[in-house]
């Protein structure tokens, strides 16, 4: 799902739908009716946020880009 993603230009718009899958998929078999928030599920899940992978890979490519151009 993040392939290719440092070079994204993220805007709300794709943070929102990226955000929507991640929630969308079926992580432990919990539904609607749980009443669950997303906070919680990623705790029991131990998922990272995807927002938060995509803009540290993004980073870490800025960072090898400024370095090999010196």
Same mark, same amino acid.
């Given at each position: &799902?993040?392939?290719?993603?440092? %070079? =994204? @230009?993220?805007?709300?718009? %794709?943070? *929102? #739908?990226?955000?929507? %899958?991640?929630?969308?998929m079926k992580l432990l078999n919990i539904n609607y009716r749980y009443r *669950? /928030?997303?906070? =919680?599920? &990623?705790?029991? @899940? #131990?998922? &990272?946020? /995807? &927002?938060? $992978? /995509?803009?540290?890979? @993004? =980073? @870490?490519?800025?960072?090898? $880009? /400024? %370095?090999?151009?010196?």
């Open positions: &799902m993040t392939y290719g993603a440092e %070079t =994204w @230009t993220l805007t709300t718009k %794709t943070e *929102k #739908k990226l955000s929507a %899958t991640q929630q969308g *669950k /928030i997303n906070k =919680w599920v &990623m705790d029991q @899940t #131990k998922v &990272m946020d /995807i &927002m938060e $992978i /995509i803009k540290n890979r @993004t =980073w @870490t490519l800025a960072g090898h $880009i /400024i %370095t090999d151009g010196v």
